[in-house]
């Protein structure tokens, strides 16, 4: 037997799927605002790259399971995968985000992966499951198994479909939280009151923080750049002279340079 990894060893469907999954995480990292890359990407990601890693894995020998087989256990071990895995993000440190999730997602692959590649060197070449993608082979494959066949192309239609659904429609609750920490009370000397902002946009943002009053400014703060669930704390310092005893300080959140409807206000003397 040959040393290295050929392709023969390699399951090339799990190949070309550990391949999409790096296209999509260099997408998500570095072109955050090309959306219809990262949804037509990430719903096959999220629905059927994990399970199908798995059952590569599980079963290196092409007796084991056909490929309409391996396609739908794939399907369902993914499903399976991502209620744990969401759990698991949301009691850890690193918490429950977008980047997260594909980091946990594409490592689980990378395992599979390695297991798949350990177990079919035990098999023989003859053995090994590979992917074939002919025409002629997919006939044979129609006309053997004409019901999975059927069920196998509705899933293809489902998955793209709902992918073109995400792509073409807005989901509604992309939205920015923006808010007052405590203790804040404010006098008529210079003033340090806690605020705070998280991203749920879906994409990197850049956030700007200006305080005012009378449309005054009094303060602002700038370059605030937060990736998808990523969160801000920090004080804003400004001062507040005599003879202001009864107005009120308006916090304005800008994202991306453009002023937003979200603001915060704060009366003199407490909240």
């Excluded at 060893?9 to 550990?18: E, F, S, T, V």
């Excluded at 399976?80 to 946990?104: C, E, H, K, M, Q």
């Amino acid at each position: 037997m040959q040393k290295g990894v050929s392709a023969s060893k390699m399951d090339r469907g799990l190949m070309l799927m550990d391949l999409l999954a790096c296209i999509l995480i260099l997408t998500v990292i570095f072109l955050p605002e090309l959306k219809a890359i990262r949804i037509a990407l990430g719903t096959p990601f999220l629905l059927l790259f994990p399970g199908y890693s798995a059952v590569s894995a599980l079963y290196p020998e092409k007796k084991d399971l056909d490929g309409a087989e391996r396609l739908i256990y794939g399907l369902g071990l993914s499903l399976a995968f991502i209620p744990p895995l969401g759990i698991f993000l949301n009691w850890s440190p690193y918490g429950l985000n977008l980047t997260t999730t594909l980091i946990s997602l594409f490592s689980l692959m990378i395992l599979f992966t390695a297991i798949s590649w350990l177990r079919r060197r035990k098999v023989s070449p003859e053995g090994r499951f590979r992917v074939t993608l002919s025409l002629s082979d997919l006939r044979k494959w129609w006309k053997e198994e004409t019901k999975m066949a059927v069920v196998c192309v509705a899933i293809l239609i489902l998955v793209v479909g709902e992918g073109s659904y995400l792509v073409t429609h807005q989901h509604g609750n992309e939205f920015t939280e923006f808010y007052l920490g405590e203790g804040n009370n404010l006098e008529t000397s210079v003033n340090s009151v806690e605020l705070g902002i998280t991203n749920h946009e879906g994409v990197v943002q850049t956030y700007s923080v200006e305080a005012v009053m009378d449309n005054r400014e009094l303060g602002w703060v700038d370059g605030i750049e937060l990736g998808p669930g990523e969160s801000w704390k920090d004080n804003v310092n400004f001062r507040i002279e005599q003879g202001m005893e009864n107005e009120t300080v308006r916090f304005v959140l800008y994202m991306d340079s453009e002023r937003t409807e979200k603001e915060l206000r704060l009366h003199l003397g407490g909240n």
